[in-house]
């Protein structure tokens, strides 16, 4: 994808395969701006329904929850407890 330029990536076709792409990485702004590449020019059904499965990651993506940060340090033992058998 580096390589190519920019005008290429943004091409409807190739647009949505970078969507997909950039989904998969949880690489939110980036799909959401080839997703509405995509959604700009006419495409082929099965690229359709790739795009529809790039969108339903973004939007997984951005509905699941961050991992909470403890506010407090968790305090580690000393040193290590042998486990009873």
């Known amino acids: 994808m580096q390589n190519l330029p920019p005008d290429q990536l943004h091409d409807q076709h190739a647009a949505v395969y970078v969507a997909l792409l950039l989904a998969e990485a949880n690489q939110l702004g980036g799909a959401q701006e080839y997703i509405a590449a995509a959604e700009n020019g006419k495409i082929y ?15 997984a993506t951005s509905a699941a929850p961050s991992p909470a940060i403890a506010s407090t ?3 580690l033992s000393p040193t290590p407890t042998a486990s009873q058998r």
């Not at 099965?46 to 969108?55: H, I, N, P, S, T």
């Open 73 to 75: 340090p968790v305090e």
């Open 45 to 59: 059904p099965e690229e359709e329904k790739l795009l529809d499965e790039a969108k339903t990651r973004l939007a």
